[in-house]
């Protein structure tokens, strides 16, 4: 055994990174994926509201009611390799190539496991239709096994330019291709190519990374760790995605497709700044974390840093889709979602309390604390399904709603706790850091009001378009005014990276 331990020096694929290459990471990662994220979030609202117009939200529905079973299958084959493989401290050639070959064969047997079982998830919901859409779906299971192991390479090595290019090319490339299919009328089906798709490109793009091709080796020794992390891993995703899609199960079982299209369309809407931007920020924060263990200081400072303007950058969006939702769901739209808006605007306000918590699982998990992460999401599985089944039972869609809003404040002050005490700090450093956004937010939201209130004589299209702009311009006044240094801090920031050096201390 101990003549054994040499030879994995030369094996070993990268060397630490110092605090300023971590450093110029973090800002590029946030330049790169903000930039592209930019592109990508356009490009998703723009196809989303005009495809909405084409298909009815019945379909919306069906394939909501499928996605629950395909989101569960994606996260019991990914089994949070890819996070194993960036969380640890070394990694060896042996490593990568056993683990790809482990993410594959866990690809494949998804598939298969989806064809057979897609025939008894159609009977359950009564969706005859749903059983070929299913099918199509979980193609994406074996292209996405391929890009486990050069994604984790790239996070690695902090790159985000190259996974932000790539990943921007999938979405871009998906968002096309449900479009062109919704055009053509395939109606449904358009939804379920445009993911295949996505994972079909990004596959091509990240395999490169790799520079080889794989050894069939499987080395248990080495990749152990590897799996018992990502077992971790998995099973928060696994217990969270049981908590989450719960609501999506009661709706559809109990309210049935249209009142799940319009629960699916309002939701997907209200948390789009959670998914697109919030995961932006989860992405970052999760390498850098990692590259900061043992570092309590500037683990702090990062996170409230971070904190500060992931809500900066979203709050504008969520108060302001909430405040201009009567005007924008049927003008954008059309009529036939109408009945969306009081969902999406209740749907908005939990957003902005989901947004805090965003981060604090990428925290807990850079800093090999996956079981805390674990047992918020138990705590969420106890509380959310019975209350959204209650919910959907007495009150309908409206009470399903309204158990977002009364439930998920529990499990959410837990998580909150337990990542605060983490990194040593209390609930006021955490409020201090959302006041400004907060403070902004609110004198938008009044500024918009009063806009609509002037104008109710006025068309649709000039009152939205008003009060648009007098929020966009109010908010950005507000905090402009309020963030000075830290607007001289950024700008600081974003000349050094461009000559490529590393910020002072």
Not at 442 to 466: H, I, K, N, T
């Amino acid at each position: 055994m101990k003549g054994q331990q040499p030879e994995a020096a030369p094996d070993r694929q990268e060397k630490p990174m110092d605090a300023s290459a971590i450093r110029r990471g973090l800002f590029s990662g946030f330049a790169w994926q903000g930039a592209t994220k930019i592109v990508v979030q356009l490009a998703s609202w723009v196809a989303t509201l005009f495809v909405a117009r084409l298909i009815a939200p019945s379909d919306y529905g069906m394939v909501a009611a499928g996605a629950v079973f395909i989101e569960i299958l994606i996260l019991v084959t990914d089994m949070g390799l890819a996070h194993g493989l960036i969380q640890k401290p070394e990694i060896s050639k042996r490593e990568e190539d056993g683990i790809f070959y482990i993410s594959l064969a866990l690809g494949i047997g998804g598939y298969l496991v989806m064809f057979v079982a897609a025939p008894v998830i159609a009977y359950f919901y009564q969706m005859p239709q749903l059983t070929d859409l299913l099918r199509i779906f979980s193609l994406g299971l074996i292209f996405g096994a391929l890009k486990t192991v050069p994604l984790a390479i790239a996070m690695r090595r902090m790159d985000f330019r190259y996974r932000s290019l790539v990943e921007m090319g999938a979405h871009l490339m998906m968002t096309v291709t449900v479009v062109v299919l919704a055009l053509a009328g395939y109606g449904v089906w358009s939804l379920a190519w445009g993911p295949v798709v996505s994972n079909v490109v990004m596959a091509v793009g990240y395999l490169p990374l790799l520079r080889r091709v794989p050894k069939p080796q499987f080395p248990f020794s080495e990749v152990y760790g590897t799996i018992r992390f990502g077992i971790k891993y998995m099973s928060t995703t696994l217990l969270y995605s049981g908590w989450h899609w719960s609501a999506v199960l009661a709706i559809g079982k109990t309210l049935g497709e249209r009142l799940l299209g319009y629960y699916s369309i309002a939701f997907q809407l209200a948390a789009l700044p959670l998914d697109k931007i919030g995961h932006v920020f989860s992405q970052v924060m999760f390498p850098a974390m990692a590259r900061l263990q043992g570092d309590d200081a500037r683990s702090r400072e990062l996170f409230l840093n971070l904190h500060r303007y992931l809500l900066i950058v979203c709050y504008p969006i969520v108060f302001g889709m909430a405040s201009v939702a009567r005007d924008a769901i049927p003008l954008l739209l059309t009529e036939k979602w109408s009945p969306v808006v009081p969902y999406l605007q209740a749907l908005c306000l939990l957003s902005a309390l989901r947004l805090t918590s965003t981060p604090m699982p990428a925290v807990l998990f850079a800093r090999d604390k996956p079981e805390v992460v674990i047992r918020f999401n138990l705590l969420a599985l106890l509380i959310m399904p019975p209350a959204f089944l209650v919910g959907a039972h007495v009150a309908g869609l409206e009470g399903v709603v309204a158990a977002w809003l009364l439930a998920y404040p529990i499990p959410f002050i837990y998580l909150g706790q337990q990542c605060l005490r983490e990194l040593g700090l209390g609930w006021w450093p955490l409020i201090r850091s959302a006041a400004p956004a907060a403070a902004a937010s609110a004198v938008m939201v009044v500024v918009v009001a009063a806009v609509r209130e002037l104008m109710q004589e006025a068309s649709m299209p000039l009152r939205f378009g008003c009060s648009v702009a007098a929020g966009a311009v109010t908010y950005a006044g507000v905090m402009g005014w309020l963030l000075r240094e830290h607007i001289t801090s950024i700008k600081q920031h974003l000349v050094l990276l461009r000559r490529r050096e590393a910020p002072n201390p």
